[in-house]
C-alpha cells in the first residue's frame, strides 16, 4: 500500500512538471542547451557625458542608424527560465551633439565589444508557433569613441576606449522552424557607462544607451 502511494505521489509529481514543462517550453526536442546567432538593426542611439567643473564641459551626442551581432550559448531552466553568455558587438556612426550648448553635426564612430551574461522567461501565454519572452543581463564592456569631425571641422579622428559596466534588457518572441531550431526576434535597449574626453585633458564621464532590433536563429544541443 504505502509503495502504490508513493509510486502514485511520484506519477503526480512528474505530470505536473511535464506540464510546466510543456506549458513555458520553446521547445520539443528534450534537449536543454542551445546556441544561436543573432544581427542587430541599432536605431535611435544617444551618448552622453559631463565632468564636475564648473560649470561643467557637457555632451549629448545623437547615432545614425548602425549594426552589429552577437554569438551565444545557453541552457534551459526550469519553469520557462534560460540562461546564456553573450559575445556581442556593434557600431553606431557618429551624428549631431551639442558640445556646451553648441550645437553641430558630428563625424565618427562608437563602438562597443561586449561579453554578455543574461537571463530570459519564456511567459506561457503563446501558441504552438509563437513563444513570447522577455530578459535582462549584465556584462563588462570595452567601448571606443573616434571623433574626427566637429561642425565643417574635419581632422585626425581622436580616439577614447575603456572596459566599463553595461547591461541590457529584452522582449521579444521565438517562432518554432522545425523541432530542435527557432527563429528569434526582440527589441533590446542597451546601456554601457563611457569614459570620454570632452575636453583637452579633460575627462567626461557619462553612458551610451542604444536601441535595436534583433533577429536570429537558435538550435538546441
Known amino acids: 500500500m504505502r509503495f502504490i502511494l508513493g509510486a502514485s505521489l511520484a506519477l503526480i509529481c512528474a505530470s505536473t512538471a ?83 550648448g553648441a550645437s553641430g553635426s558630428l563625424g565618427g564612430s562608437a563602438k562597443l565589444f561586449a561579453p554578455m551574461a543574461n537571463v530570459y522567461w519564456n511567459v506561457p501565454i503563446g501558441a504552438d508557433d509563437f513563444h513570447p519572452f522577455i530578459g535582462g543581463g549584465v556584462g563588462y564592456a570595452w567601448n571606443e569613441l573616434g571623433v574626427d569631425k566637429v561642425g565643417g571641422t574635419s581632422f585626425p579622428i581622436i580616439h577614447n576606449d575603456s ?42 564621464g557619462g553612458g551610451l544607451n542604444s536601441q535595436s532590433v534583433d533577429v536570429g536563429i537558435e538550435y538546441d544541443l
Open 163 to 204: 572596459w566599463r559596466l553595461a547591461y541590457n534588457f529584452m522582449a521579444g518572441a521565438s517562432i518554432p522552424m522545425g523541432t530542435g531550431a527557432r527563429m528569434t526576434a526582440m527589441y533590446r535597449w542597451l546601456h554601457e557607462d563611457i569614459d570620454i574626453a570632452c575636453s583637452l585633458g579633460t575627462k567626461c
Open 18 to 100: 511535464a506540464s510546466y514543462a510543456d506549458e513555458y517550453s520553446d521547445t520539443t526536442s528534450g534537449y536543454n542547451s542551445v546556441a544561436g546567432l543573432r544581427g542587430s538593426l541599432a536605431f535611435a542611439s544617444t551618448v552622453s557625458a559631463h565632468d564636475n567643473l564648473t560649470p561643467p564641459n557637457t555632451l549629448k551626442g545623437n547615432t545614425g542608424v548602425g549594426g552589429g551581432g552577437s554569438v551565444y550559448w545557453g541552457t534551459r531552466l526550469p519553469y520557462g527560465f534560460k540562461a546564456e553568455l553573450e559575445l556581442l558587438y556593434r557600431y553606431l556612426p557618429l551624428s549631431d551633439a551639442t558640445i556646451n
